[in-house]
Structures are given as structure tokens and as C-alpha cells.
């Protein structure tokens, strides 16, 4: 069973950059997917960056396109998803998750994955 720890969250004004890491033991990402959700109060999970270990194929929703860059980085086992431009509506809690499977594509829903990070605050003051 892999093990996730998001880290990187915190308080930061608007127009401001955060990066946020999620470090996996217990099973390497090789082969799997690794995305990005967040959960806003309120609000349901909703993903917002995936990659695909085996080729590197990425996946954002339309929200964050240009904003958020997923990126991962082999030797460390650690997946990135680094914020510019952050505005109060990205105020949430941060969470990484991966499948308990391999896939051959990525996939959007909550529901595909089994392991998750204990999430990361991100708050964003106006």
C-alpha cells in the first residue's frame, strides 16, 4: 500500500506562487498516475492536474490551464504541482491521490483513485 504526504501549502496573497510536493513511499509512481485534487468548504473534490508516469502525459482541467504545472520527478518519487497566479478562489484543502492499479489512460473521477495524501491548506488572502 503506497503512503502519500502532500507538502508545500500555506498562506499567500493573490498573484502569488506555491509548490506544492507529494512524496509517495511504500510503492513506487512507476506505471501509475498521480493527480491533484482539491476540496474547497462547500464545494465537492474536484481534480485538477493528472500525469502519467509510464509517458509522461498530463492532464489539466480548463480552470487552471496555464496557471498549474504538474511535473514529477523520478529519483525522489515525488510529484509537483507548482501555482502562479493564485487567486481566493483557490483557496483549499491540496490533495494527491493515486490508483491502486495501473492505467492505460487518466482518469478524472475521485472514485478511480484509492490512495490518498492527508491534503495540504492552501488559503489565499485578497
Known amino acids: 500500500q503506497v503512503q502519500l504526504v502532500e507538502s508545500g501549502g500555506g498562506l499567500v496573497q493573490a498573484g502569488d506562487s506555491l509548490r506544492l510536493s507529494c512524496a509517495a513511499s511504500g510503492r513506487t509512481f512507476g506505471g501509475y498516475v498521480v493527480a491533484w485534487f482539491r476540496q474547497a468548504p462547500g464545494k465537492e473534490r474536484e481534480i485538477l492536474a493528472a500525469?502519467?508516469?509510464?509517458?509522461?502525459?498530463?492532464y489539466y482541467i480548463d480552470s487552471v490551464k496555464g496557471r498549474f504545472t504538474i511535473s514529477r520527478d523520478n529519483a525522489k518519487n515525488t510529484v509537483y504541482l507548482q501555482m502562479d497566479s493564485l487567486q481566493p478562489e483557490d483557496t483549499a484543502v491540496y490533495y494527491c491521490?493515486?490508483?491502486?492499479?495501473?492505467?492505460?489512460?487518466?482518469?478524472?473521477?475521485?472514485?478511480?483513485?484509492?490512495?490518498w495524501g492527508q491534503g495540504t491548506q492552501v488559503t489565499v488572502s485578497s
Open positions: 500525469i502519467h508516469w509510464r509517458d509522461n502525459n498530463r
Open positions: 491521490a493515486t490508483p491502486a492499479r495501473t492505467y492505460s489512460r487518466i482518469y478524472s473521477a475521485s472514485s478511480d483513485y484509492t490512495s
